[in-house]
């Protein structure tokens, strides 16, 4: 049976363009919008099978639509030099997997495979097309699916006519309609404007088509009867521009564009050539072609050795010749739990020479193993690995330490695709178009499945991943030179992991009593607000309860309804807050939430969180979730306790030195985001602000609204105030309105001050946004990037959240690499001067540490200079230091 595959060519490639980090070759060709390319049509032609492939391009920009409209697809940016050069390098490939591409003159690539489509429709043969524009959509027919890209080309999402019906109630006939009237911004097609897609949709549900709306007009209502009217003929001439031209004059039949497979030696040299090392061996080519490809493992000479006990010491002396022989290998230490604190240690594997060694912990554990446990141990025996922080303390806490850690593919990922939250191994390898790396869940399962499977099918598990680590270290050692981030993960954050391991091991010391007395505390203080609020309600009640709670706000006290939803009314935190006016109970329901949680999830909480042989609490910071580059705190959190209620300060008391007569140090960055807005933006008046050490707030007021600091009043501040961290974190007038409870027009007026004023700022927020389109990523001072695919978005919501992002990433971001630097350089400092003093917590811009009595007063000095000597900016850092007997009083 016959199954084409339709490919839009230049759609894919614009997307693998922007999904994927910067590459080049050695030559310095660039290359990622042909690796993107390649390993989504490998996948295709794994997973489908098909008998034909055909690549469509534009021929050229002038198509047959320009002759009725000459804007059409006017507004489209010119295409980045460092993607034009490629489509050549892809053509070239193309031949070489023996894929048949067609363009040609005055149409698009759209028009070329709808044409085929209409064939395949005409001849019954199965088709799948395979594009990143939803436009193909119309193209969906019984015999034909059009498989959309999302998340770059990694994944797709497919439509036949049952998910056309299902996600928008419209045939694939009535896509086109769907443009004709809300248009089309990336093609420059007008459609009716304030018309999108939620009133196309209506519309059309309503009435059909194009046409039979125009044909209704009368029944339409006020500004929608006025738009429709006015703009009828862009209506008309927009869907007719979204029309799939489907018959296309082509010469080439369906056999020109039979697949028959690829030529061994050819693609080998084309890869080769491109220096996709990766794709060489995930297709098996290492052998193939002229000669063998440098440093390339052919997959039929690696073998796995597992060492089960000490019959096997032979195994384990090979393995530490081999390590010692060859800097190269790949490690990968196996502990179950998200927690590394609490992990079972299941195994360790190393990928080194030609084999893969595994040995599960209890035999890492055993006498003969001491020379693998010393290696291990040893800080100048060089480690690659995946995830090291977390397999530092899971080793730790068994007595192995881990030392020598030169590079880690978990980071290393990170660092190149900030955006990819989970970073497993399985993930990074697929990135890379490697040999499938078996999810966990499958081999372990999940939750209350969970169990670990027979040691020789675990260690097989584990072998696989060394192994997957060795081929990805060389990859990412080479993006990570072209995109200029070897500084960052070698100077910052592969030294941070080691600096956090010793914090968490280290942990901070909890006062138990202390924070059962708050307990007590917490308890009557809820109880009193329980009794007040039974007694303004007139009724016991549920006070948890969203429906009881509502019955009681809404019907019996007839408080004004806000906001219902499918179950009844809404009594969410942004609904009682507007409600506090109307009825004393409604301040008393949102004090005893936040008591309730201060109890539950901070108190009993953090209780069960002591560790019984140490007496603290050791959290977990993770360097590889925030985009922006900030740590997260885990296993418990100890970011999130609420300090803006003094009940939330007080948990701080529990948190106390491990040793008699010492003290709880802390110290933070004062304003450290707008000190980094005012060097990046070059802004005179905000640098002027803080050269000068001046209220920033109070100056911001002063120049917005033209008076004296001694006539800034606490309102003119706050204001103030709301919008220069608000500015720090792209706010809108929206945004701006609900933080000072002010109108939208209001903010708005307020915002535009603001930029009239400063003028630095304003002009560095233009010219970011510029930036992030043409580079399609930002970065921070230091080098860290944040691609953003979505900067050139139809979607305005998209593009607008891009562009925000764009926005504060470099600020936020550079804040976090700050505080990350001053870490790593505060324990170098404690280590030189052999100071007792210990960093225990990082929590957001502060620093925690715990000082002896006789360092106190070098620790006031010392802590402030490394943090504000942490980077050079233009305008002053500045760390407020105090001490206490515990964390609550350093405040």
């Known amino acids: 049976m016959d199954k084409w595959i339709l490919i839009d060519g230049n759609s894919i490639a614009n997307r693998a363009f922007y999904a994927m980090p910067p590459l080049t070759n050695s030559s310095g060709l660039h290359t990622n919008a042909v690796y993107g390319f390649t390993t989504m049509l490998l996948k295709l032609l794994e997973e489908e099978k098909p008998t034909h492939v055909l690549v469509a391009f534009d021929a050229s920009k002038i198509t047959f639509r320009h002759e009725g409209y000459s804007e059409y697809k006017g507004g489209r940016a010119k295409t980045p030099p460092e993607l034009s050069e490629q489509f050549p390098v892809m053509k070239e490939l193309l031949q070489s997997f023996g894929i048949a591409q067609f363009e040609l003159s005055g149409y698009e690539a759209d028009d070329i495979i709808g044409t085929l489509t209409r064939l395949a429709d005409e001849q019954g043969v199965d088709a799948l097309v395979v594009t990143g524009d939803k436009d193909m959509l119309q193209l969906v027919s019984p015999k034909v699916t059009v498989a959309v890209t999302r998340k770059g080309v990694s994944e797709v999402e497919r439509y036949s006519p049952a998910e056309m019906t299902e996600r928008y109630g419209l045939t694939p006939q009535q896509f086109i309609d769907l443009k004709g009237l809300m248009g089309d911004a990336s093609d420059n097609i007008p459609g009716i404007p304030g018309v999108g897609e939620k009133t196309a949709l209506k519309l059309l549900h309503e009435y059909g088509s194009v046409e039979g709306v125009l044909e209704h007009t009368h029944e339409l209502k006020g500004k929608m009867k006025e738009k429709v009217e006015q703009h009828k003929d862009d209506a008309v001439m927009s869907k007719k521009l979204a029309t799939i031209f489907r018959e296309v004059p082509l010469t080439q039949t369906a056999e020109d564009i039979r697949y028959s497979g690829y030529d061994a030696a050819r693609l080998s040299e084309a890869f080769r050539k491109l220096e996709f090392k990766s794709l060489l061996e995930r297709l098996d080519l290492s052998g193939a072609g002229a000669g063998e490809a440098e440093g390339a493992q052919p997959a039929a000479e690696l073998h796995t050795v597992l060492i089960a006990g000490e019959q096997d010491a032979g195994q384990l002396k090979a393995l530490l010749d081999a390590l010692a022989s060859e800097e190269e290998h790949g490690l990968y230490i196996e502990a179950a739990g998200e927690n590394p604190h609490t992990a079972d240690m299941l195994g360790i594997s190393a990928a080194v020479g030609g084999a893969v060694y595994a040995l599960a912990a209890g035999t890492l554990e055993a006498p003969f193993a001491e020379p693998l446990r010393a290696?291990?141990?040893?800080?100048?025996?060089?480690?690659?690995?995946?995830?090291?922080?977390?397999?530092?303390?899971?080793?730790?806490?068994?007595?192995?330490?881990?030392?020598?850690?030169?590079?880690?593919?978990?980071?290393?990922?990170?660092?190149?695709?900030?955006?990819?939250?989970?970073?497993?191994?399985?993930?990074v390898a697929a990135r890379y178009g490697l040999p499938a790396v078996q999810a966990d869940e499958a081999v372990y399962g999940k939750g209350a499945k969970f169990k670990v499977p027979d040691e020789e099918t675990l260690l097989r598990h584990l072998a696989v991943k060394a192994d997957a680590v060795r081929r990805i270290v060389q990859l990412q050692r080479a993006e990570l030179d072209a995109t200029g981030m070897n500084k960052l993960i070698y100077e910052l954050e592969l030294p941070l992991s080691r600096v956090l391991a010793a914090m968490e091991l280290q942990g901070i010391a909890v006062a138990k009593g202390e924070l059962q007395s708050l307990g007590g505390e917490l308890e009557r203080g809820i109880s009193e607000a329980v009794s007040r609020i039974y007694e303004l309600a007139g009724t016991e009640f549920n006070i948890n309860s969203p429906k009881q709670l509502g019955?009681?706000?809404?019907?019996?006290?007839?408080?004004?309804?806000?906001?219902?939803?499918?179950?009844?009314?809404?009594?969410?935190?942004?609904?009682?807050?507007?409600?506090?006016?109307?009825?004393?109970?409604?301040?008393?329901?949102?004090?005893?939430?936040?008591?309730?949680?201060?109890?539950?999830?901070?108190?009993?909480?953090?209780?069960?969180?002591?560790?019984?042989?140490?007496?603290?609490?050791?959290?977990?910071?993770?360097?590889?979730?925030?985009?922006?580059?900030?740590?997260?705190?885990?296993?418990?959190?100890?970011?999130?306790?609420?300090?803006?209620?003094?009940?939330?300060?007080?948990?701080?008391?529990?948190?106390?030195?491990?040793?008699?007569?010492?003290?709880?140090?802390?110290?933070?960055?004062?304003?450290?985001?707008?000190?980094?807005?005012?060097?990046?933006?070059?802004?005179?008046?905000?640098?002027?602000?803080?050269?000068?050490?001046?209220?920033?707030?109070?100056?911001?007021?002063?120049?917005?609204?033209?008076?004296?600091?001694?006539?800034?009043?606490?309102?003119?501040?706050?204001?103030?105030?709301?919008?220069?961290?608000?500015?720090?974190?792209?706010?809108?007038?929206?945004?701006?309105?609900?933080?000072?409870?002010?109108?939208?027009?209001?903010?708005?007026?307020?915002?535009?001050?603001?930029?009239?004023?400063?003028?630095?700022?304003?002009?560095?927020?233009?010219?970011?946004?510029?930036?992030?389109?043409?580079?399609?990523?930002?970065?921070?001072?230091?080098?860290?990037?944040?691609?953003?695919?979505?900067?050139?978005?139809?979607?305005?919501?998209?593009?607008?959240?891009?562009?925000?992002?764009?926005?504060?990433?470099?600020?936020?971001?550079?804040?976090?690499?700050?505080?990350?630097?001053?870490?790593?350089r505060m324990d170098e400092t404690l280590k030189e001067r052999k100071l007792k003093s210990r960093m225990l917590l990082q929590v957001h811009d502060e620093l925690v540490f715990e000082v002896p009595e006789e360092e106190l007063e070098l620790m006031k000095q010392l802590v402030p200079q490394v943090m504000e000597s942490a980077i050079e900016l233009d305008v002053p850092l500045r760390a407020d230091v105090n001490y206490g007997v515990n964390w609550y009083e350093a405040k």
């Open 375 to 427: 290696w291990l141990a040893d800080e100048n025996k060089p480690k690659y690995g995946f995830d090291t922080h977390k397999a530092d303390l899971a080793l730790a806490w068994r007595g192995i330490p881990l030392r020598g850690v030169k590079f880690d593919v978990q980071l290393a990922a990170y660092l190149l695709d900030p955006t990819d939250g989970s970073q497993t191994l399985s993930g």
């Open 551 to 824: 019955e009681i706000l809404f019907d019996k006290l007839g408080l004004p309804v806000i906001k219902k939803t499918k179950t009844g009314y809404s009594t969410d935190a942004d609904v009682l807050e507007k409600l506090e006016p109307y009825h004393e109970i409604v301040p008393l329901i949102l004090h005893f939430r936040q008591l309730a949680k201060l109890q539950s999830t901070y108190v009993e909480g953090l209780l069960k969180e002591i560790r019984t042989e140490t007496g603290k609490v050791h959290t977990y910071f993770r360097q590889t979730i925030a985009a922006t580059g900030r740590l997260s705190s885990q296993f418990p959190n100890l970011q999130n306790i609420p300090i803006r209620l003094e009940e939330g300060r007080k948990i701080r008391k529990a948190f106390v030195p491990s040793e008699p007569g010492w003290y709880i140090l802390a110290a933070d960055y004062s304003q450290i985001e707008l000190r980094v807005l005012a060097h990046i933006s070059g802004d005179e008046r905000l640098k002027e602000a803080f050269i000068r050490d001046m209220d920033i707030h109070t100056k911001t007021a002063m120049d917005v609204f033209g008076v004296s600091a001694e006539e800034v009043d606490s309102n003119m501040r706050r204001s103030a105030k709301a919008v220069n961290f608000g500015i720090v974190y792209g706010i809108s007038d929206f945004g701006l309105s609900q933080n000072l409870n002010i109108t939208r027009k209001e903010a708005a007026q307020f915002i535009e001050q603001y930029f009239d004023v400063f003028q630095g700022v304003k002009k560095y927020m233009e010219d970011i946004k510029m930036q992030a389109r043409r580079d399609g990523y930002v970065t921070t001072l230091l080098e860290r990037r944040r691609y953003l695919p979505d900067i050139k978005a139809s979607n305005f919501n998209l593009r607008s959240f891009a562009e925000r992002t764009a926005m504060n990433t470099p600020i936020q971001g550079t804040a976090a690499d700050i505080i990350k630097l001053a870490m790593v």
